[in-house]
């Protein structure tokens, strides 16, 4: 029989960065008493899997690559749009840093929205597994997880 804390859950103080393991999303943190957003803490797995996805993204405008393995997709209607709108799209993914409870709801950093030229545009990051068939089976570790970063119109979506 399985011990019940086997299914307990590590969470992400957002205030002090203590690693709080539960079974279900805590009030608040122990450690500095910050009750827990209305969306709850992210658990530890998303902290993770945000870092890693704000630094694919940030590799889009630098001189290297990042050190995430991933491709970049964009849908046939952005591109369009022409090279320099998909570079300028590129640079605004690269550097959105808008996340909230409302577009960011697991805290993962995996979707967000920018606007081009007056256009709205939707990007996207998935995490496959290393043959980009399945999902990752271990999506924080990026040894086993393919990112598919896809920009595209609402209208795409």
């Not at 103080?13 to 079974?23: E, F, Q, S």
């Not at 570079?87 to 979707?111: E, I, K, Q, R, W």
């Not at 496959?128 to 399945?134: A, H, K, Q, S």
């Amino acid at each position: 029989m399985l011990a019940e804390d086997s299914f307990a859950v590590d969470f992400s103080c957002t205030t002090c960065g203590k690693i709080i393991n539960a079974l279900t999303c805590p009030s608040h943190c122990p450690q500095c008493q910050t009750a827990a957003p209305d969306h709850g803490f992210p658990t530890a797995e998303a902290v993770t899997i945000a870092e890693q996805n704000d630094r694919f993204r940030a590799g889009l405008t630098k001189g290297n690559a990042s050190d995430l393995r991933g491709q970049v997709v964009v849908t046939s209607a952005v591109n369009a749009m022409g090279r320099d709108f998909v570079t300028a799209a590129l640079m605004a993914v690269a550097g959105d840093s808008s996340f909230t409870p409302d577009n960011d709801p697991y805290g993962d950093h995996g979707f967000g929205t920018v606007t081009v030229l007056s256009l709205k545009l939707f990007w996207k990051i998935d995490l496959y597994d290393e043959e980009l068939v399945y999902g990752s089976p271990a999506p924080a570790n990026p040894a086993v997880t393919r990112r598919i970063l896809t920009i595209m119109f609402p209208s795409d979506y």
